[in-house]
């Protein structure tokens, strides 16, 4: 069965720094990846995804995720930490039932 | 597009209650599936709903039930409330369900039992 971890279940960054919540998956076949990220009182929505082809992901927000097969990671990056980021971040990884398979996610706390 | 609608999005039972959440999905998509999220738990899947079969299930007992209308409409049921059922509840829509595609969330049902 498939598995995601999400190191740290709390963040925190000072507003302008560089920020990397780390993702890593188990799976015996090339998945499809997922950041999701959830606003407090708000649904979960679509950061960025990973199917096929370049490795490198650009998402909404400036943030990005690069998909290393070797090191099964999935991590989330943004060069610049901005107030409105803090929230919580989900990483999420298809499995063959095509149902998706969810980290615990990672609160983003932003220090002014 | 309007986004995917969750009533009510608040609601207080009690033990032994039982508990009707209603989802509407975006036009268009016929996959709906229901997620328990709780601060301890993280989001666990509940089930999987498409053209009002049910596709997938998660490891929760059979006091959790849903169903989904023919046009796409989806309600899960809580039969029996205990305190940990206390969560929220969210759905979310795709076009088909299938793995690639992106799922759109609702806003959730913030479920809290006494």
Redesign the interface.
Do not use: H
């Given at each position: 069965a498939q598995s995601v971890t999400q190191l740290g279940s709390h963040v925190s960054v000072s507003e302008g720094a560089l920020v990397l919540l780390r993702c890593n998956y188990s799976s015996s076949v090339p998945p499809?990846l997922?950041w999701?990220v959830q606003y407090p009182?708000?649904?979960?929505?679509?950061l960025l995804?990973y199917?096929t082809g370049a490795t490198l992901v650009k998402g909404i927000n400036g943030f990005e995720a690069e998909f290393k097969k070797s090191e099964t990671s999935f991590h989330l990056t943004k060069p610049s930490a901005h107030m409105s980021d803090a929230a919580e971040y989900?990483c999420a990884v298809?499995?063959s039932?095509?149902?998706?398979i969810?980290?615990?996610?990672t609160k983003l706390i932003i220090k002014p | 597009k309007a986004g995917?609608t969750q009533t009510p999005r608040y609601l207080i039972k009690t033990r032994g209650q039982q508990v009707t959440l209603s989802c509407s999905p975006i036009s268009g998509h016929r996959s709906v599936s229901w997620y328990q999220q709780t601060p301890g738990q993280?989001?666990q899947?509940l089930f999987?709903y498409f053209s009002e079969t049910q596709r997938?299930k998660g490891n929760f007992p059979g006091r959790f039930s849903g169903r989904q209308f023919s046009n796409s409409r989806s309600e899960m049921n809580v039969s029996t409330l205990e305190l940990g059922d206390s969560a929220l509840y969210?759905c979310?829509s795709s076009p088909s369900?299938?793995?690639?595609e992106?799922?759109?969330?609702?806003?959730?049902t913030r479920l809290l039992v006494l």
């Open positions: 499809y997922f999701y009182n708000q649904g979960l929505q679509l995804k199917t989900f298809s499995d039932n095509y149902q998706l969810w980290g615990a996610g | 995917v993280g989001l899947f999987e997938n969210l979310a369900g299938r793995a690639i992106t799922q759109y969330f609702g806003p959730g």
